[in-house]
């Protein structure tokens, strides 16, 4: 179960790139802004790989996988409401400022799913990974929502 999850995760980040790389290509946006998400967009694409690697170690040793199991249906619940927020970008009457406060909500919630992989009863090295992918989580919700409010100002 440990191996599906990760599979799940790197699923989750992967379609957080798309989500930023379907951002950066809307044309009523400024050239800062596609560069910002661009940035985010292969960030997102590097935890994929790292989780990746992470997955293929976890293979080799299933005791690094134990625990990760824990929040399975919680990675199930992040891809449904993802994939809700891809729908949600394609309205191209979406304003920035609303595009930015979805995903750092989103960002949180990613947060919030890393952080369980911390507090649940995995290997010490996979809840220092998923400490790591929390604080990042944390920074892009931080940068995203001041982007929010500064639009809204």
């Known amino acids: 179960m440990g191996l599906i999850a990760l599979d799940k995760a790197e699923q989750l980040e992967n379609l957080a790139a798309d989500l930023y790389a379907i951002v950066a290509a809307r044309a009523d946006i ?6 910002l998400f661009e940035r985010l967009r ?5 935890h994929a790989l790292r989780i990746r690697m992470l997955r293929s170690q976890c293979a080799k ?3 690094l996988a ?3 199991a824990l929040v399975g249906g919680a990675i199930d619940l992040l891809l449904a409401r993802a994939n809700q927020v891809k729908e949600r970008l394609a309205d191209p009457d ?3 400022p609303e595009i930015l406060a979805v995903l750092a909500e989103l960002e949180q919630e990613f947060q919030v799913a890393h952080a369980e992989v911390v507090a649940s009863d ?3 090295d996979l809840k220092a990974f ?8 944390e920074a892009h919700a931080r940068l995203l929502g001041s982007l ?4 809204i100002a």
């Open 66 to 68: 134990r625990g990760i």
């Open 148 to 151: 929010a409010q500064a639009e």
């Open 130 to 137: 998923f400490r790591k992918l929390a604080k990042q989580d």
């Open 42 to 46: 292969q960030e997102e694409h590097q």
């Open 30 to 35: 400024g050239r800062e802004t596609r560069r």
């Open 61 to 63: 040793d299933s005791r």
């Open 94 to 96: 979406l304003g920035l």
């Open 122 to 124: 995995a290997a010490p």
